[in-house]
């Protein structure tokens, strides 16, 4: 057996739980998921590579990749079998420092790199390894926030629907800049650059399933800014912002969006909250381009830094970062509401991604 779409004795997938191993976590884990239930149980842990902090899975070649979130970034691959995580080589610098988030596009693997404002792009070899060196496209600009927004800080990097381009989410900016891949080279050069609301400090962003409405959700103010995206020409448009709300009193604790997932179904989003530690639901009954706020529950934990959508859609997971914990829940098919059905527990948890 191997792969990534190898199942346990009971039928179950795998999923794959990046942590920081500087606040106590034990690397990536490798967890089998119950069909019936959700419920994780982990399997092993790999602890090569420092602080992986986000995780992406090419399951065709069975190989995970992560980010190592350290002053000197760095990327590991790993290669999945049914008995956990072997390492593809020594870990490759990305030629920044503290990448956050990363993506397959192109035949290459990228990163978003926070502390040095940039975007990376490394070619990958035929077994899935990663080599360098690194390609880099620093980004330019600030924003109002002297303490978050001195200089510009990626924070994500995702491709479209259709393949063609690669987007840069900077919350340092509050941009998100389109890029195209270079045809000899796979480096990224940017098309178009679309500016948002200066000091919402944008975050991380999602598509709808249709391709053609993107949700950003913004960290230093909590919302949720809705765009048009045209596929054809790489433009992405504001259409507007709607609040990200939370328990408790206005103001008595302060909002950090960090997550956000659209359902499979295109019929809800929702959104992580740290400090309020709540889980907020979006319907979009009125369209994709009208999400209306319709709950808010706990994430189970405390700091919730990555959300995931199971590929049922039937339940999402909460990677609990300052608590320690994944938490699961089902999403009532009616309301897309979530309800907590058990966690487990995971040192400074911070992605979850499923095999």
Aim: hydrophobic share 35%.
């Amino acid at each position: 057996m191997g792969g990534a779409h190898s199942t346990d004795q009971s039928g179950g997938h795998r999923a794959y739980i990046g942590s920081f191993t500087s606040g106590g976590g034990r690397g990536v884990t490798t967890a089998a998921v119950d069909p019936s239930t959700g419920a994780l149980t982990p399997l092993s842990c790999a602890d090569s590579l420092a602080d992986p902090s986000y995780l992406t899975l090419d399951r065709s070649a069975g190989v995970l990749y992560a980010v190592s979130e350290a002053e000197r970034g760095a990327v590991g691959a790993f290669r999945a079998t049914a008995d956990g995580l072997t390492p593809l080589g020594a870990p490759v610098p990305v030629g920044g420092s503290g990448p956050t988030h990363l993506c397959l596009a192109g035949g290459r693997l990228h990163t978003a790199n926070y502390g040095s404002g940039s975007v990376s792009s490394l070619p990958l070899a035929a077994d899935g390894s990663v080599s360098g060196p690194a390609s880099v496209l620093t980004h330019q600009g600030s924003g109002p926030d002297s303490d978050r927004q001195e200089a510009p800080h990626a924070h994500q990097v995702l491709p479209d629907p259709t393949g063609r381009w690669v987007l840069g989410v900077d919350l340092g900016s509050d941009a998100v800049r389109v890029c195209v891949p270079a045809p000899a080279t796979g480096a990224l050069r940017v098309h178009a650059r679309t500016a948002l609301r200066a000091g919402t400090g944008p975050r991380h962003l999602a598509f709808h399933p249709a391709g053609e409405v993107v949700y950003v959700l913004h960290e230093l103010e909590p919302q949720l800014t809705v765009c048009r995206w045209n596929g054809a020409s790489g433009r992405l448009e504001p259409v507007r912002e709607v609040p990200v709300a939370s328990q408790g009193a206005p103001g008595a604790v302060r909002a950090y969006p960090s997550a956000i997932a659209v359902s499979p179904d295109g019929r809800f989003v929702w959104a992580a909250v740290r400090g309020a530690d709540t889980l907020v639901t979006f319907s979009l009954a009125g369209g994709p381009e009208q999400p209306r706020l319709t709950g808010t529950a706990g994430c189970g934990g405390r700091w919730p830094r990555d959300l995931a959508v199971d590929p049922s859609g039937r339940r999402l997971y909460a990677a609990n970062e300052h608590s320690g914990d994944v938490t699961w829940f089902e999403v009532d098919p009616r309301t897309g509401d979530p309800r907590r059905a058990g966690s487990v527990a995971v040192p400074a948890a911070s992605c979850v991604v499923f095999g």
